[in-house]
């Protein structure tokens, strides 16, 4: 099989791109990526030189350049990961988000149309149901709960995943779609929770904290994640949503305090910051169904992946420090300076 990754220079993306690699060494992988502020080259450089690897850099939303990648690699499959993922970016600038996530979707369907691809997955989140309320630890996200977004970010998420739906009904395309719940892990681009308090915590700068931290997350390493995909997309039956959660809910603040606690670090570091603009309160999947049709449950406790992810950033000093002394800096001025 010839899978087609999008977006796999990514923080999800590439850590598929090394789980397939091990998964289904016979496959040949193309990984298409824009290469924008999130997407890093170093990240995929120990399969580069692989034979059966391709890097292509191209923007999901030219139409033109995507069609020729389509003719030319002709997929089986399509994995589409690339996408605006930042809440605070897509309050910052919508327009682009709906560029990528929407238009650069619908290119990616039209392209499987044109070309005959045989299956398109599409990696969306579970943000696209909103949120929970913290007193009701009963309600869970299932795979019939409405659609009801928050931020322009899972908006667009959301546009996409109908999108695909219409696809499938209206042109018969052979459609999948996963929403996941919070990823950690290696090669996280350090503006994400976890990376970026490690990475802070590490030089001693402060920890800056939403509200009062008491935001509840459902966190899944992104390895599950991977092994969830993989499954859904041999597997999975078309025209169908697989929720992928972890049952493993943890407020905001007590991630931070735990990342400070294994790195030795005061926890005088974290430092509150002004809450973002329509701020879920709570996510929370029910995997179940995904459990029951796929056999698919997380092998990684917690405790374990959260100290997996920090020796990682230990041990890979120069990947994030690449990042965090570039443009990133002005970027995070400009969300965390003045709060």
Known sequence: MKLLITGGAGFIGSNFIFYMRKAHPDYDLVCLDKLTYAGNLQTLQSVMKNSKFKFTRADIADRKAVYEIFETEKPDAVVNFAAESHVDRSIENPAVFLETNVMGTQVLL????????QRYHQVSTDEVYGDLPLD?????FTEQTPLHTSSPYSASKASADLLCNAYQRTF?????????????GPYQFPEKLIPLMIANALVDKPLPVYGEGLNVR???????HCAAIDLILHKGEVGQVYNIGGHN?????????????IVGKPESLI???TDRKGHDMRYAIDPSFIHEKLDWLPSTMFNDGI?????????????????????????????????
């Open 218 to 224: 459902d966190w899944l390493y992104v390895d599950d």
């Open 307 to 339: 100290e997996k992810t920090v020796q990682w950033y230990l041990d890979n000093k120069e990947w994030w420090e690449n990042i965090v002394n570039g443009e990133y800096q002005n970027y995070y001025e400009r969300m965390y300076g003045n709060r």
């Open 172 to 184: 018969g395309l052979s459609i999948t779609i996963s929403r996941c719940s919070n990823n950690y």
């Open 249 to 261: 809910e943890m407020k905001n603040i007590d991630i931070v305090k735990r990342i400070l606690a």
């Open 271 to 273: 430092t509150y910051v």
């Open 110 to 117: 039209d392209a499987c149309r044109k070309y005959g691809v």
């Open 136 to 140: 009701r630890p009963d309600l869970f």
